[in-house]
């Protein structure tokens, strides 16, 4: 283990060390999709749980946290690994990027903050500047994976609790992925066990993959709770702009591609599978229009999303390839990240039910809204 003792405000830094999958029989390689390739240029994700103070002494807490975690990467192989690039004898020159799942480990940093408490974490309406440094790899983006971890935890003590802070390169997951990951390694770590419920599926062939019933078609033209919630939300922050009736004031939407492809993917399915939707309006519309015919806008396009679109896209990428990256991100328009879909609060390390869930500081904008389901 690589020792060091680091102050950062009032941070300390107590170790850091690489955690290799058990047993050491991953040696593949998982090649990325047009989905995984366009966030390259994206900064990690970063979320975090808040938990109480375990009973038992903190060197052993961290032992059984790095010997489960060991244990997930066994599933999980592709987060031990980095990012590799083939160059292609080829006219046009092309290249590959893939993960190397060579077992080169995850990292995994052990920190303190003894003068911070739980409720300086959860009190606050603004998230404290404290925060920032219980994620790791702040600022890193997807193309550092060549030679950053593809997973990097940080678990940080404070004075009555424990935070557990996770980045994971965002071109081999979407926040579904993430949070299949954690929930996974709590499993192992609550049961003591090495088995998991749901194991992850790498297979980026498309066509190969099980095909699954779609039970939610039958709701599919009705307007959702969330759908009218976002509306009412685009409404108050349109007008707290005070734009020009004429100005645009557009709306973003992430949705998953999992259940609209043909075959579907199965929910377990580890990677990228998200298509962007831009629902564009004036402020004048937005404000004009009653709530259910800007819900309504929001749900056309949600329902104009389908299997062809989505086909089309990837054709469409493999010839004209790129990256997204922060300064596409368009001036007066709302962007949403998330969804109150991913199981956020399924995840119990065997010590307590979580406190709070957080985000680090990665991919913030000024318009940009996270979206979890709330618990009490």
């Known amino acids: 283990m690589e020792r060091e003792r680091e102050q950062s405000g009032s941070l300390l830094y107590l170790s850091k060390s690489l955690i290799q999958s058990y047993p050491k029989d991953n040696q593949s390689t998982v090649h990325l999709t047009p989905w995984d390739l366009t966030r390259l240029s994206i900064e990690y994700i970063q979320f975090g749980i808040l938990l109480p103070k375990p009973s ?27 990012l590799s690039t083939i160059n292609h004898d080829t006219m046009p020159p092309t290249i590959s990027i893939l993960v190397d799942c060579g077992n080169q480990g995850a990292e995994f940093i052990v920190a303190s ?12 309406l603004y998230v404290p500047s404290i925060l920032k440094s219980f994620f790791p790899l702040n600022d890193a983006i997807g193309r550092d994976g060549h030679s950053l971890p593809l997973l990097s935890v940080q678990v940080t003590e404070i004075l009555d609790g424990v935070f557990i802070g996770c980045s994971l390169n965002h ?12 929930n996974s390694w709590s499993e192992i770590s609550r049961n003591d066990s090495t088995d998991i419920s749901s194991p992850p599926i790498f297979d980026r ?36 702009w005070k734009l020009n009736p004429d100005q645009e004031a557009s709306f973003y939407l992430p949705l998953g591609n999992r259940s609209r492809i043909k075959p579907p993917l199965p929910d377990a399915y580890f990677g990228i599978s998200i298509s962007g939707c831009e629902v564009k309006a004036s ?8 709530l259910g015919c800007t819900a309504w806008k929001l749900n056309r396009a949600v329902a104009s999303l389908t299997n062809e679109i989505i086909k089309n896209w990837l054709d469409s990428w493999v010839e004209h390839p790129f990256t997204l990256h922060p300064e596409m991100y368009k001036a007066y328009t709302i962007y949403i990240m998330n969804s109150p879909r ?7 390390f065997g010590w307590g039910r979580r406190i709070a869930v957080r985000s680090g500081s990665a991919n913030k904008l000024d318009v940009r809204d996270d979206i979890s389901v709330s618990r009490r």
């Open 56 to 82: 038992t002494p903190l060197d052993i807490t961290i032992s059984h946290l790095k010997s489960s975690l060991s244990q997930s990467l066994n599933h999980f192989f592709p987060l031990a690994g980095r």
């Open 283 to 290: 402020a004048g519309e937005v404000m004009s229009q009653g």
């Open 113 to 124: 903050a003894e003068d911070v408490t739980v409720f300086d974490i959860v009190r606050p």
């Open 171 to 182: 071109s081999i997951g979407d926040g579904a992925s993430f949070w299949d990951f954690l």
């Open 205 to 240: 062939t498309i066509s190969e993959l099980k095909v699954k019933a779609n039970s939610e078609m039958a709701d599919a033209d009705e307007i959702s709770s969330l759908q009218a919630l976002l509306a009412h939300v685009w409404k108050f922050i349109v007008r707290a």
């Open 342 to 348: 991913f199981n956020v609060y399924g995840n119990d």
